[in-house]
């Protein structure tokens, strides 16, 4: 039996509907009488089922045939778009009636119309719509986040109190471990390591645009946090051996204007923003201790890799938590923070997460009460709005990844094709472009 449906023989589905467990009746009409192929098989519709031949099967026949043809439509939608019976609905964007459709309006085949969405594990019906518009909106909201944490980390680099006036603070952990030089670069390997397992689960994910627009929405809300504490209170350098003073200019502080100071603290803040506060990249900041960036970034990119992966993978689970662990274990070994701000940090970013996708996986506890969870969870309400239930963990095979890159491109040309066409037809026929001919006419 072939791969592609359609180029199933008659025998081929014979072969099909036995593996489906259908009575020989039903084998009989399809393949013997009627020769039904792979072709004619996935592009039976609903019609075909109240007309003959379908219509002479019995009722429990017909409904398990109709069933298995729709799951067989489900699994292969890219062959139904490339034989022409699935049209995604298209937007006619010079027509602004045309922008509003109901789902009446999809074909028949579409599969948020006719086919049943799989279940929720509460058994309700599931919608997971990938919205990358969605997604960009949080990646901006994170990109705009680390600008304003990297210009708080100037601040609070030229806020650090003076080492001699104001020694290391007491710390259980610190008092007792002895710096280690190379620890904290340690931290980020890990770090680095752990997000290349990331930017791998997405690219196979097959619900990588809700992973993104969670990871993002999570992130940004975390660090944004983090620039109020950084703020509020400026803690004591954690270590001797840190070299914490203000930045020096070439010229004195109080000869600087208002917008001088900003251009020279945006420059600064460029720097660490491109190297992503790692010092692995350079970067060297000080004042930036509650809570622990480092540490907020490894438990993110733990719990995500951790929730979106298969449970049966044990291995993964335990080297992510065993890297997530020796990353603020090694934190602390290099003395560049407290023992409170990775602690704070781990809590604050752990508890947020499983905050976030329990309100995400159970709909009904954000319905029961949600003008409350607008003003407490604005980001929640709004990024899983269209998401109903628990997000399985379905992946895709390269070759999948490849087509679905190559049918959204090539839906997008047909679209600009069509609109090209569109304008230079209302160009061809517009009374500027027809009056041409009279006014020739009236020159000769």
Known sequence: ??????????????EWLRKEDFDEETIGLLCIENKVNGKCLIALNDNDFVMAPLSKLNLRERKTLYLAVKTLQRENQNT????GILELPNINMYNPHNLHFTKHE???????DRITPPLSEEGRPQRLPPEIWKAFLAFCYLVLVTWITAFVMVIVHDRVPDMKKYPPLPDIFLDNIPHIPWAFDMCEITGTFLFTVWLLVLLFHKHRFILMRRFFALSGT?????????LITSLSVPGTHLQCQPRTHSFQAEDLSFFDDIKIKTSQAYLIWRGAGMSIQGVRTCGDYM?????????????FITEYTPQ??????????IMNMFGIFFILAAHEHYSIDVFVAFYITSRLFCYYHTLSNNQALMQQDSIRTRIWFPLLSFFESGVEGHVPNEYETLNEIVLNIYFF???RIETIRRFHFRSTMQNTNSPASNSNPSENKKTK
């Open 106 to 112: 999809y074909s028949e085949y579409f599969e948020s």
């Open 1 to 14: 039996m072939h791969n592609n449906v359609v180029e199933w023989t008659s025998k081929d589905v014979e």
């Open 312 to 321: 049966h993978l044990y291995f993964l689970h335990t080297v992510s938590w």
């Open 291 to 303: 809570f622990s960036g480092h540490t907020v970034a490894l438990t993110m990119l733990n719990f």
């Open 409 to 411: 491109v090539k839906v």
């Open 222 to 230: 975390v660090f944004l946090l983090r620039c109020i504490t950084m």
């Open 80 to 83: 139904l778009v490339m034989l």
